[in-house]
């Protein structure tokens, strides 16, 4: 039999989470948030401890290496820039047509940088958190991303941090098209599971779209969250749903979710 | 006992939350994460009171569910129950050999990884109830809260495997290190004047 104090405290302990089982989901958020600020400390620590082992492993790099990397840099940079140009031309050309017809006038996104400092610490979840939060502008339903593609959208915003649910995690589903057909469907995480997570599902589609592994997929911005024209990956194979009114495709993911370091993220 | 066991172990596992969470290199590499909490569990279970036992599954649980997609409150369930079970139990399981402890620690890092998957499937109904999902208007992607099940498949398998594995490579760890720190930090036994070993008339079978 277990001594009345301890039974108590088992009791209250019980008790405690239930409540915190049954909350609306917004005090629950206001908790978790309160709770991982607990983790402030070591994560603030853990940056600049990184950014000395990087630097230090730097330094140990030889000089030649350096200056190869410097040149390929400079000239990949000069590339972007020819890039820029045409795409300023562009930019130009369809901001005139827009006034011709009477179309709204396109918005530039403003993207702010953010750093990866932690992953979720369990299985069946997948998210990552990043370095800002409110203070700097960031709230929910943000879309995330990298140069690569899409990465997911912030789920939590703290004061200092957030918490960004990745592609292919079932509290992140993606309004999705095909880039070449426009057929559009839903990305969600890939029935049974895959051990790597670079396999999404893109279901919804329908049975005649004509699918073919490697066609590109794009978000379709018909979603509420993300814009339109977002690279999520390329198709691997199709099969028709089991019960046959739409089809279904797997997805390889353009970034690889495994290995972020740093992210964009998209402000309103 | 002093105070510094339980503060050891209660830093401990607030350091242990945080690696989980941070060190990624391990979990790029075998596709799975470690189980590094449980062995904390199971030795606070062991050695410490259960007021502790329970405050160390407590902030392992909430800590773990405050860094996570997850419900919250919910993976401090099945770390509650091993720490009571495991000092409820603890006059009758071995607990200084290595092979024990890595048993021990293998099979609750194991019982921990299902037991949140069963439970989150059975809670998942009064869980999910709370989110603001239904009442959000119908575009796929803008769901505030919990929304879909994770899915489940044969890839769980191996990420119940490695939990299972973890468990049993960090709990004789742990155990080493919280053995010293207590060893350093709490008041010793004081040898025996009286009575010595070598003394002692060794005996025969008859």
Same mark, same amino acid.
């Given at each position: 039999m277990l001594r009345k104090p301890h039974a108590i405290l088992l009791a209250a302990a019980s008790l405690a989470l239930l409540v915190f089982l049954v909350l609306p989901e917004y005090s629950r958020s206001r908790i978790r948030v309160a709770f991982g600020t607990l983790y402030l400390p070591l994560f603030t620590v853990a940056g600049p401890s990184e950014n000395a082992v990087a630097r230090a492993a730097a330094s140990l790099t030889p000089r030649s290496a350096l200056l190869d990397r410097i040149h390929a840099l400079e000239q990949s940079n000069e590339v972007l820039r020819l890039s820029v140009v045409e795409h300023e031309a562009a930019t130009r050309e369809s901001d005139r047509l827009r006034q011709m017809l009477g179309f709204a006038a396109r918005t530039s996104w403003k993207l702010r940088p953010a750093r990866v400092i932690g992953r979720d610490p369990a299985n069946w979840w997948q998210s990552i958190r990043i370095d800002i939060g409110t203070r700097d502008g960031i709230t929910t339903n943000l879309a995330v991303l990298t140069p690569e593609g899409l990465v997911g959208r912030v789920a939590e915003a703290g004061p200092w941090n957030s918490r960004v649910v990745l592609v292919?995690?079932?509290n992140c589903p993606v309004a999705a098209a095909?880039?070449?057909?426009?057929e559009t469907g839903i990305i969600r995480g890939v029935s049974g599971g895959?051990?790597?997570?670079s396999l999404v599902e893109l279901t919804?589609?329908?049975?005649?779209?004509?699918l073919k592994p490697g066609q590109r997929v794009v978000t379709?911005?018909?979603?509420?969250v993300f814009p339109a024209g977002i690279g999520i990956g390329d198709l691997v194979d199709s099969r028709p749903a089991v019960s046959g009114i739409y089809a279904e495709a797997r997805v390889r993911l353009a970034v690889n979710l495994g290995a972020l370091a740093h992210v964009w993220v998209k402000l309103p | 006992m002093n105070w510094v066991h339980p503060t050891a172990l209660l830093i401990g596992t607030w350091v242990l939350v945080f690696l989980q969470s941070w060190c990624t290199g391990l979990r790029l590499w075998i596709h799975a994460q470690p189980e590094l909490l449980s062995g904390m569990v199971v030795y606070s279970a062991l050695f410490a009171s259960l007021p502790t036992t329970v405050a160390v599954a407590l902030l392992a649980g909430l800590g773990s569910d405050s860094l996570?997609? *997850?419900?919250?409150?919910? *993976?401090a369930v099945p770390l509650l129950l091993l720490g009571v079970l495991l000092h409820r139990r603890r006059d009758v399981i071995l607990r200084d050999s290595r092979w024990a402890q890595a048993s021990i620690g293998g099979v609750a890092g194991l019982c921990v990884a299902l037991g949140s998957f069963v439970l989150l499937f059975l809670f998942w109904p009064l869980v999910s109830s709370g989110s603001a999902a239904a009442s959000?208007?119908?575009?796929?992607?803008? /769901?505030? *809260?919990? *929304?879909?099940l994770p899915v489940a498949g044969v890839g769980r398998l191996w990420q119940w495997f490695v939990a299972g594995v973890t468990g049993a490579v960090v709990t004789p760890l742990i155990f080493r290190v919280f053995r010293w720190v207590d060893a350093t930090c709490n008041y010793q036994v004081a040898p025996s004047l009286? /009575?010595?070993?070598?003394r002692e008339i060794d005996r025969g079978r008859f």
């Open positions: 292919g995690d079932p095909l880039a070449d057909t426009s895959d051990i790597q997570g919804y589609l329908p049975r005649n779209a004509g379709s911005g018909q979603g509420g | 996570s997609s *997850g419900p919250f409150g919910l *993976g959000a208007p119908f575009t796929p992607e803008v /769901r505030m *809260g919990l *929304g879909d009286i /009575r010595s070993g070598d």
